[in-house]
């Protein structure tokens, strides 16, 4: 609550959000820690990134959508995994230096070395990605359980309430979209955390017994479409993206 107070006040007052980010020094520290698996200095570059991703989280904060913590923990997290896989590319690029071994007479042996040291770190990198990736699926999780419990229902009650038909999955995707064309009707589900049923009743002709029973899906798949949830967008429906 303290949060969802202070931080649209610091929008409009530049010495209270140079404050607030001096205070949260240590967190942003922390949370560059947690990416780069070392000790971050305030000089260091990655502690740079992880201060100006804290910066962009507090402008682009919203408490109808979770915690702020968490929310920037998260933003701090894809800036600097950007950052590393863009030193990544670079090292990849300035593996093999053909100046080195053109005049060499065992420059076809070294290029095939260094052909092969490079196919090593191409899968390493991916591997790499791919534990990343799962990582951000499982904080993007994390961020949209935080969301979901302020409606009374976890992440995972959504198994439960999937549609299983394609014409009821069709039926949700119509209600879906009433929700994302209509910022009013967004603007009332996050505020009240109830979704207003008869209103998208009467908008798109789907029946009432539709909406009541996949209403928690009905609700996380509308805050996946509108939030901050790269990774968990990928799962949705085509049509829901």
Not at 206 to 218: A, G, M, P
Request: proline share 3%; with cysteine.
């Amino acid at each position: 609550m303290q949060y969802e107070k202070e931080i649209p006040l610091l929008k409009h007052d530049a010495g209270r959000m140079n404050d607030f980010i001096k205070q949260h020094k240590s967190f942003i520290a922390s949370c560059a820690y947690k990416v780069t698996g070392r000790y971050v200095h305030e000089t260091d570059d990655a502690f740079q990134v992880a201060m100006i991703a804290f910066y962009e989280a507090i402008e682009k904060y919203d408490p109808a959508k979770g915690g702020f913590l968490s929310f920037s923990a998260l933003v701090i997290r894809r800036r600097l995994l950007d950052e590393l896989e863009k030193e990544n590319r670079h090292v990849g690029e300035i593996l093999f230096d053909p100046s080195k071994s053109a005049d060499n007479d065992d420059g076809a042996q070294g290029f095939f070395a260094l052909e092969i040291e490079h196919a090593t770190e191409q899968t390493a990198r991916e591997t790499y990605e791919e534990i990343e990736r799962n990582r951000d699926i499982k904080d993007e999780i994390e961020m949209l359980s935080g969301v979901l419990a302020g409606y009374g229902f976890s992440f995972y009650d959504l198994t439960k309430c999937s549609p299983k038909t394609k014409k009821t999955k069709a039926s949700c995707m119509a209600v879906v979209r009433a929700v994302m064309e209509n910022p009013e009707i967004l603007w009332y589900m996050q505020q009240s955390r109830m979704l207003p049923i008869e209103q998208l009743v009467q908008i798109t002709g789907v029946k009432r017994k539709i909406l009541e029973r996949h209403r928690k899906y009905l609700i996380a798949v509308s805050e996946i479409s509108c939030g901050e949830y790269e990774y968990l967008r990928d799962y949705l429906p085509m049509d829901q993206r």
